[in-house]
């Protein structure tokens, strides 16, 4: 299926001189500019106001600056995609003729939610609407799918201003799903797979916050099986029974989920009054599994509950912030310790409990894309006058090609800047300092190098960097398109959003950028693998020998994936968990 194009062979001479052409060159990644997409909508099981917004959102997208170019096809002969909302195959066929479904992607609404989330054709195969022709529809998306090959010029995911080349992951990694260490395997953003992924999930998170972290691990481990096309009663039998790390129970809830579509437990998880009570308060930045039991056991429910227990005013919102930096407490009464950004003259407060609960509905709003982007831009800048000549990777989950974050992620370095100067230090503690000043970063912790803030209920992994973990507002006009927007009338107010800061000194910056790209499992399995297979130690610090300490200084990215002996993985195919 690489590179495939779709081809439609009924190509209707209406279409006459602007028959589609895609182009393959090279120097456009997405060789989608100019070329429309015909989108035949299927009518059955869509009440009418979805039926009107499918058709809206299409018809939006027929001209623009947006390289997603849409156009209504009458039948579903002439069309490129079809949308559905049907999932039996059966039903299907009394709109769409077997023999023209075999050919074209068949695909739900979201799918055209999410390609205009993108900007372009979203890859089809986690939008499949009718699971017998998954494959069908992979092979016939428009945009490359998820397993294809990327691009040897820009990446897919790489936006205008940080254009970065990777080399293509090998087709060993791509077929090694069978492999027990997710960072020697594939792992797509969207997988032919997703919706059991996504129920397998929810079993995996209820143990985490019930302190099971070894039954979260087999459901999170399940979770990143990476099977190539979508899991049947045979293939199960064959292939997934046998994967190392699929245990008993994990097992038959997948044979359950083949079976009915659901699993049960899932679903009365998903209806569980403590289930949602735990996973509502682990919204909150700074309450962990524990703390959450801890606040449920004391009789807490809603966010309601937690404001009162916290004594967060009613209705406080992110501009009376002033009001709620006073003491906070922990779940059982005692003073929580100030330990604040301190450098220079200002204090800066660490963010807590309270004033995340505060601040709890902008936190939460996922951040897209662009505003990352800007986020870095300003960052970038504002550190330029503090330190010239520094590099930065944005990572974290942009960084593997997630359309919206629950946060942002910087890996900072500076060639002067080595372990033990101290310079890291200084530079790390200016920068948060000049933000706070101009009151645009309102919190920080600062995790200083050699610093291990050890918390035995932490599964991640800390390393020695310096970090400075923070809250963040971009400033209130810092782009055209913020500009443009008030022009139009309609403000937008900035959301305040967390903001890690990495810094590490030039030795250690590529495994950084690696160490912080995540996902978590990816994570926890490089270490995993270089301790187990190559008798090394992997963390964002660094990379040594065990039985000698030998320091490994990797170049670049690649580099590090070469000294574990481990094949390259494109960080968009990092995405091991959900
Ligand atoms: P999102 O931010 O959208 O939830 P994400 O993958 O960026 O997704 P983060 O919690 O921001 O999630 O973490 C990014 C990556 O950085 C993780 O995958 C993890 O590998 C690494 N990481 C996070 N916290 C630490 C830490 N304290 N020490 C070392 N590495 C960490
Ligand atoms: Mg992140
Ligand atoms: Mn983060």
Known sequence: ML???????????????????????????????NQRLRVYVVQAKLDEKEIADIYRLVESHATGNSDLHLQLSSSPETADIIITAVHMLKRLERHVPWDVAKQKSIVT????????????????????????????????????????????????????????????????VKNN???????????????????????????????????????????????????????????????????????????SKIEEFIKNGTIEETETTLESERYRSLSLFNTVYGIGPSAARHLYELGLRSVGDLERYYDVPQGVNASQLDEIESQTFTPNGRPVPLKSFTEGNAKIPPISVKVALALREDLNTPIPRAELEEIHRVIMSELEQVQAGCSSTVVGGHRRGKLESNDMDIVITHSDMHQGTGSIKGMAAKLVERLYKRGELIHAKAYLSGFHSHNPLRTEHWDSLEKALTVF?????????????SEAGSQTRRLYRRLDLIFAPPEAYWTAVVGWSGSRLFERDLRLWAKVEKGMKFDSSGLTRRHDSKLFVPENEEDVFKILGLEWVDPTLRNANV
């Open 3 to 33: 590179g495939k194009r779709p081809r439609t062979p009924s190509s209707s001479p209406s279409d006459g001189p602007s028959k589609r052409q895609r182009s393959d060159s090279l120097d456009s990644w997405d060789g989608f500019s």
């Open 109 to 172: 609404p979201e799918w055209l939610r999410q390609s205009i989330k993108l900007k372009r054709p979203a890859p089809c195969g986690g939008f499949a609407a009718i699971r017998q022709l998954h494959n069908d529809t992979v092979e016939h998306c428009p945009e490359q799918d998820e397993s294809s090959e990327p691009s040897q010029t820009a990446h897919p995911m790489a936006s205008a201003e940080s254009v970065v080349v990777f080399k293509p992951t090998s087709e060993k």
């Open 177 to 251: 799903w069978r492999s027990r260490y997710a960072c020697a395997r594939a792992h797509p953003l969207i997988c032919p797979n997703q919706a059991l992924a996504i129920a397998l999930n929810v079993l995996g998170r209820s143990r985490e916050l019930e302190g099971l972290s070894v039954n979260a691990l087999a459901y999170e481990r399940a979770v990143a099986v990476t099977y190539p096309s979508v899991i049947t009663r045979d293939n199960f039998r064959q292939d997934i029974s046998k994967l190392p790390g699929v245990g008993s129970k994990v097992r």
């Open 473 to 485: 507002r971009l400033p209130a006009s810092s782009t055209a398109s913020q500009s443009q927007s």
